[in-house]
């Protein structure tokens, strides 16, 4: 079941909506942004059997996604699918993806099309973590990219 919640400016939520079922059919759901270009936030969702599948946004909270599209099969080798943004600063929105048992990432650059990350992923750049020295403000860790991707 997938249920809707809006959220208000001020930080509080509607009461949920039911938007449909079949949602359990899927092992991972990602999304953070607009992945084909047409200013709505879209999601990918992973199904058992390693199928990605695209649902493109609609701008309509009564009925969000448009029919899913498929994206491509072979999505099960990864254990984490993450939406992040735009980390190449490229104006589309990437996927972070992570093998079981690694700590290793391969970054998939969004496309703006009906087929956002197919053929598309790599492996970024090394990461640069820096960490505050003991009696600074900050404790919190900070991580960005190394370079381009």
Avoid at 32 to 54: E, F, H, N, P
Avoid at 105 to 130: E, K
Avoid at 131 to 146: F, N
Wanted: net charge positive.
């Amino acid at each position: 079941m997938l249920w809707e919640y809006l959220a208000y400016p001020d930080g509080s939520l509607t009461a949920r909506v039911r938007l449909g079922a079949g949602w359990g059919q899927y092992s991972q759901i990602a999304g953070q942004g607009d992945l084909t270009g047409d200013g709505k936030a879209d999601i990918v969702a992973r199904d058992t059997s390693g199928v990605l599948w695209l649902y493109v946004g609609t701008g309509n909270h009564s009925v969000p996604f448009a029919p899913r599209t498929k994206v491509g099969a072979g999505w099960n080798i990864y254990d984490r699918l993450v939406s992040v943004g735009d980390l190449d600063a490229d104006g589309r929105t990437d996927l972070v993806a992570r093998k079981p048992g690694s700590r290793s990432t391969t970054s998939c650059r969004g496309a703006m099309s009906a087929a956002p990350y197919v053929g598309r992923c790599r492996p970024p750049p090394p990461w640069n973590v820096a960490r505050s020295e003991p009696g600074h403000m900050s404790t919190r860790t900070q991580v960005g990219w190394a370079g381009q991707l």
